[in-house]
C-alpha cells in the first residue's frame, strides 16, 4: 500500500488502484495514474448511471480499476454497478450483505 493512500483499496488487485497524493488534486483519492477521484465513480452510481457511462466518460481509468476500486469498498457495490439502478441495491449495500 502507498503511504497516504486510504486503507483498502488495493485488496482486489496485487497493485493498487487508488492512491492519495498531497501533489494531486489535494490529496483526493484518485486512480493510479489519473487524476479521476474515485468520489466520481461512486456519484456515477448514486446517480443511476451505469459503469459502462463512468468508463465512457473518463476513458483513463480502466474497467479493472473501476471493479477493483468497488469490490475494495465492500459487498454490494460490484453488482450496483453492473445494474443502471443504484437505488434497487441500496439497501443490499447499507446491510452489507454480498448481492
Avoid: C
Wanted: charged share 25%.
Amino acid at each position: 500500500m502507498v503511504e497516504g493512500e486510504p486503507e483498502g483499496v488495493d485488496m482486489a488487485m496485487d497493485k493498487p488502484v487508488i492512491h492519495s497524493d498531497p501533489e494531486i488534486l489535494g490529496g483526493t483519492p484518485v486512480f493510479v495514474g489519473t487524476r479521476v477521484p474515485l468520489r466520481n465513480l461512486i456519484d456515477y452510481l448514486e446517480g443511476d448511471y451505469a459503469l459502462e457511462e463512468f468508463l465512457d466518460d473518463f476513458p483513463t481509468v480502466t474497467r479493472e480499476q473501476a471493479i477493483a476500486a468497488l469490490d475494495a469498498r465492500g459487498p454490494g457495490w460490484r453488482y450496483a454497478a453492473a445494474n443502471t439502478s443504484f437505488a434497487k441495491v441500496a439497501a443490499v449495500i447499507a446491510e452489507g450483505q454480498p448481492a
